[in-house]
C-alpha cells in the first residue's frame, strides 16, 4: 500500500493528528462542562442563601408561600439555561468529531481507490469483473455512510426541536403556576 518509508510515516502522522485533534476536542468539551458546572453550583449556592434570607424575612404564611412560589420560574429558568448549555456544549463537540470522522472517512476512500486504480492497472487480463465489484461495494459503502449521517443529522434536528419545544412549554406551566399562585 506504501511504496516509500516517507509515505508510511506520513500516514502515520496524519492519524496521530486526527487522533490527538478527537482528543483535544473531548478534553475541550470536557473543560467546558467543568466550568459550566462550577459555575452552576457557584449561582445555585448564592441563590439558595438569597433565597433562605428571603423566606426567613417572611412577616407571614401568606408572604411566605407568595414568595416561595416566586422563586419557583427563577429557578426553573436556570435549569432550563443549565441543560440548553450542557446540550449545546455536546452538540458542538459531536459536530467538530462528525467533521473529523467525514475527513478520514474520505481519506481512507481517496486511498483505498488510488490503490484499487494501481491494482488494477497490474492485475491480469479478465479481472475487470472483480476491480469492478470492488469499486461497486466501494460506492455502496460511501452510499450507505452519507446516509446514515443524513439520518443522524435529522434525528437530532428533531430531538433539538423536541427539547426546545419541551422546556418552553415546561417554563410556560411552571410560570403560569406562579402567576397564579400570587393571585
Known sequence: MFNTPEQFAAANKASVDALLT?????????????????????SMLEDGVANAKAMLGAKDAQEFFALQASLAQPGLEKAVAYTRSVYEITAQSKEEMSKLLEAQFAEFQKQTLALLEKATKNAPA??????????????????????????????????EA????ATNATVKAVGATAAATKK
Request: net charge positive.
Open 126 to 159: 479478465g479481472s475487470e469483473v472483480a476491480v469492478s465489484a470492488v469499486k461497486s461495494a466501494i460506492a455502496a459503502a460511501t452510499s450507505a455512510f452519507d446516509s446514515m449521517n443524513k439520518a443522524a443529522r435529522q434525528v437530532a434536528d428533531i430531538a
Open 162 to 165: 423536541n427539547v426546545a419545544a
Open 22 to 42: 478527537l482528543a483535544n476536542t473531548a478534553l475541550a468539551s470536557a473543560e467546558r462542562i467543568a466550568a459550566l458546572n462550577l459555575n452552576t453550583a457557584r
